[in-house]
């Protein structure tokens, strides 16, 4: 309503009288007519008479009314008053009885002069208090059924009933910037009659009060510089200390006492304006420091936490541990970027009205703050919360999230899926401080918050496109069929009911933010395709996906949808209802009986490849029946073996690397067809024997090296007894596996660090390093073998001169060793070398066939090297040969064959 006011205009030509000339408007809520400035009209005459009894009440009794004149806009009454008295004040006053009076027979539109009222001083709002503004009472002519109407800057927030004492309420439980602006309040009667009252209210930040440190230590008899900064605004003061006048940054020098006990003190910053505001800093004092300052935590002694404010611009606090080196550990940084807990605390009280403006903000603040956003996993988390807090309010105030609002969110979530952002969700997802910690569920909760947005954007289709995110809402009656930016394509062959909407996310790098994590908290698999969030508006039991692969070298595709309800709460990939149907030309089709959140993992280290399955089952199986064959020469020759002494020793250790290979080979097997299975006790096993045997295989071969470096040391001397030697054999052999094995699965399986989950039964690699309790001790015994080869070939051939044939035979034995050690030790050295290459470059094709080929041929050279070429097997065989030929049945052939291989056990446990 606007007003014109003439003061002291002179009415006569004298020099002793002077009328104040004042001009007023308001409006009636009704059509106007032209008739109504007809003097004689009923509506003219009405207010005509009302103006000027009311001024003559309360201005002056000599008030005239100078003009009337109504004009178009409902009813717009513009008149002037003419009186010997100039106090606007009970112009208006006299307005507002005017308008009570009228208020009886017309719709008026009573502007009160009076504001609302406040709780709180409109001019000293601080961010986070609770307001409650006040309306009424209207004029009593007014009437009583009445509404009430509450708008902020023109949006509406509220209608109700007036109370019984003719007054309405509105609080805002916490003030904060979103809700500044403008609040008017609009008491209406049906017939259009409106009585208005208003108010403009503005937040000042809340104090922010900075401490350092804010856990501290200080060593009896020194000194420590503490310090209290507030933002701009306020002054702060150390409470109960005289100190200078206070400011927005104050120091204090804090003095302990000579000779005093390790106890706690503690100095309290307070906001001068507001004492309610204050922060502690704690100081420990103590005897001896240990870590020493630098430059961020205080001195402090073994085991002392330290905590340390953030730096300008972030809140929160920072913490590390006095280690035993002497050095802060286990730091923990909880800082998050000013502007952004700013806007989680505005999250917690969005509503319809505050939603767009608070988007707007937040996407200006994300895109403005990216690279310390995605720096730091405190703010990350901070973000995770607010789009939680987004998705909650709408659904509880049954918020409509429009177009823009959706690319608001889009945006500003987008740029926390980017690579920048990857080690920090590796942290938040790792996070092991505690087990209930809330970070480790942050990328969970980030997914979910889509989940809890989607429903609430409007319904209507849309294809809203950004850098990294893209959502669309199509509107299909029975089925639907669609390709979303060429890399999935989503088939829904039949849907209840004959029209219906879905709403589709695509996420370009969400295996940024989300973990491989399944049954367990660790994966060695990968987020091979898009992530994509399908979100139907009825039940949907058949739905076809299919994958563009984004790795085409990774193999055992599985198709996985993200279940929040896994590991306890924690949320992973979960196979439950979806199966896998084909992968060809780099494409994974899957089929669900239900809707969520979808992709597929696959393997780096295990790439699909039949001729690498090819050769290694076939390759294994040849092995397998090598070490099968070489254990029944081995039994057959025994007798004749067991004479010599060196050569029993030597064939000891050949049948127990036959062995150890031979069960290990089983194992391996049993492995790979459990592998799928997803059973963790039955992995764990299989690794756990898998890992023994092989390990024994390569300690036999020690021990076959050290036995020959023995012999060739000490050839014609008494030393170590058969017996003995046998004890040491198996002690290394069976014993040294044993410890390891039983070291290695005690220390990683409680973590959940043994095995490589969800590839082959086999040590794990990428977090524990299991793997190197194997690699190390046979590549170490690699090396040892070559040397002992070196050393006792320059010692056999530096020796001249004949022997007799007992010297002979023992130089044939040591000849035979070498020579298998020869072949044997490379072999293996190389097989293990290339198993260490796989893991280096797990996706080089090359590297796994060469290892399988290596891996596969193991048996076939022990049954060659170890048993075939040594003449005194060939003997025996001969003569085994002969005695059968002379047989003249099959069984009998039959027993001779199992009375060896009976034999060989027999007096391998029983040497002489």
Request: hydrophobic content about 40%.
């Amino acid at each position: 309503m606007s007003t014109a006011t003439t003061k002291n205009m002179p009415t006569v030509a004298t020099t002793t009288t002077v009328a104040s000339v004042i001009s007023r408007t308001f409006t009636l809520n009704m059509d106007f007519e032209t008739s109504y400035n007809n003097k004689n009209s009923t509506v003219y005459k009405d207010i005509h008479d009302a103006i000027t009894t009311k001024c003559q009440e309360l201005v002056s009794k000599d008030c005239t009314v100078k003009s009337l004149t109504l004009r178009r806009g409902s009813t717009i009454a513009d008149y002037t008053l003419i009186s010997s008295s100039g106090d606007e004040k009970q112009v208006d006053l006299a307005k507002d009885e005017m308008l009570n009076q009228l208020a009886a027979k017309y719709p008026v539109d009573f502007v009160s002069v009076k504001e609302l009222t406040s709780s709180v001083n409109p001019k000293t709002i601080i961010a986070g208090v609770l307001v409650t503004l006040t309306c009424g009472p209207p004029p009593t002519n007014l009437g009583s059924d009445l509404t009430v109407e509450w708008t902020r800057s023109g949006n509406l927030l509220a209608t109700d009933k007036p109370s019984q004492d003719r007054t309405s309420k509105y609080t805002i439980p916490k003030f904060l910037k979103i809700h500044d602006g403008t609040y008017v309040c609009k008491v209406k009667r049906k017939d259009g009659a409106i009585f208005t009252q208003s108010l403009s209210l503005t937040s000042k930040a809340a104090p922010q009060i900075t401490v350092n440190p804010v856990r501290g230590t200080v060593q009896c008899g020194g000194s420590v510089s503490v310090q209290c900064s507030v933002n701009t605004g306020y002054q702060v003061q150390f409470k109960g200390l005289t100190l200078s006048t206070p400011g927005l940054e104050i120091k204090y020098d804090y003095k302990a006492p000579d000779g005093c006990t390790q106890r706690e003190e503690t100095i309290t910053c307070q906001v001068t304006t507001n004492p309610q505001d204050y922060k502690i800093i704690t100081l420990e004092l103590i005897k001896d420091v240990f870590c020493k300052a630098d430059g961020v935590f205080s001195a402090g002694s073994e085991g002392f936490e330290a905590v340390a404010s953030c730096e300008k611009g972030k809140v929160g606090n920072i913490t590390a541990v006095c280690k035993a080196d002497g050095k802060y550990g286990d730091i923990q940084d909880n800082c998050v970027l000013e502007v952004i807990q700013n806007l989680l605390n505005e999250s917690e009280a969005l509503d319809a009205v505050t939603l767009p403006a608070f988007l707007e903000d937040l996407k200006s603040a994300t895109i403005n703050n990216s690279k310390t956003i995605t720096d730091s996993p405190a703010t990350i988390s901070a973000m995770v919360k607010i789009f939680a807090n987004i998705g909650r309010r709408a659904n509880s105030l049954r918020i409509t999230i429009s177009k823009a609002s959706t690319e608001n969110i889009l945006e500003s979530a987008g740029i926390l899926t980017t690579d920048a952002a990857k080690d920090s969700w590796n942290e938040l997802n790792n996070d092991n401080r505690n087990e209930s910690s809330e970070n480790k569920n942050s990328s969970s909760s980030f997914l979910s918050a889509f989940e809890g947005i989607t429903p609430h954007v409007v319904n209507e289709p849309l294809n809203i496109v950004t850098q990294y995110i893209i959502f669309t809402k199509i509107n299909f009656t029975n089925n639907f069929q669609d390709d979303f930016n060429s890399s999935v394509e989503i088939d829904i062959p039949e849907a209840e009911g004959s029209r219906q909407s879905v709403a589709v996310i695509l996420f370009a790098s969400m295996d940024n933010v989300l973990p491989a994590r399944q049954n367990v908290n660790t994966s060695d698999s990968v987020i091979n395709g898009r992530v994509v969030l399908i979100q139907p508006e009825s039940d949907i039991n058949n739905i076809s996906i299919a994958f563009d692969v984004l790795n085409e070298t990774l193999g055992k595709p599985k198709c996985v949808f993200w279940d929040f309800n896994l590991l306890d709460d924690l949320g992973g990939w979960s196979d439950e209802g979806c199966s896998f149907v084909l992968n060809e030309n780099g494409t994974v089709r899957c089929s669900c009986n239900h809707t969520t959140s979808f992709s597929i993992l696959m393997s780096p280290d295990s790439p699909q490849d039949p001729v690498l399955d090819f050769i290694t089952y076939i390759g294994i199986g040849i092995s397998m029946g090598s070490l099968v064959v070489c254990l029944i020469i081995e039994g057959i020759a025994w007798r004749k073996i067991r004479r010599h002494s060196t050569s029993y020793l030597r064939h000891v250790s050949i049948v127990n690397i036959a062995v150890s290979l031979l069960i290990a080979d089983i194992w391996f097997i049993i492995g790979a067809a459990i592998s799928n299975t997803n059973s963790a006790p039955a992995c764990t096993a299989a690794t756990f024997f898998i890992h023994f045997f092989y390990l024994a295989l390569f300690f036999w071969m020690l021990a076959s090296a050290l036995l020959l470096l023995y012999r060739t040391l000490s050839v014609f001397d008494g030393g170590l007894s058969k017996l003995t030697m046998l004890i040491i054999g198996f002690s290394l052999g069976y014993g040294a596996p044993l410890i390891i094995a039983t070291i290695t699965i005690a220390s990683t399986a409680p973590s959940n660090e043994y095995i490589r989950e969800n590839v082959v039964c086999w040590l794990n690699w990428n977090e524990s390093k299991a793997l190197l309790a194997f690699v190390i001790p046979a590549l170490l015994i690699v090396v040892i073998n070559l040397i002992i080869l070196i050393v006792v070939l320059y010692k056999i051939l530096s020796r001249r001169g004949g022997a007799n044939a007992s010297q002979a035979e023992e130089k044939h034995v040591l000849y035979v060793i070498a020579r298998s050690l020869a072949v044997l030790t490379p072999l293996f050295g190389l097989t293990w070398g290339l198993g260490v290459g796989v893991l280096i470059s797990p996706k080089n094709r090359g590297m796994h066939i060469t290892f399988a080929l290596f891996n596969s041929v193991q048996g076939f050279f022990i049954l060659v090297f170890g048993t075939l070429l040594d003449k005194t097997v060939r003997s025996a065989m001969t003569k085994s040969q002969g005695y059968s030929s002379q047989s003249r049945t099959k069984s009998t052939r039959g027993g001779t064959l199992s009375s060896g291989v009976s034999n060989f056990f027999n007096k391998l446990k029983k040497p002489r």
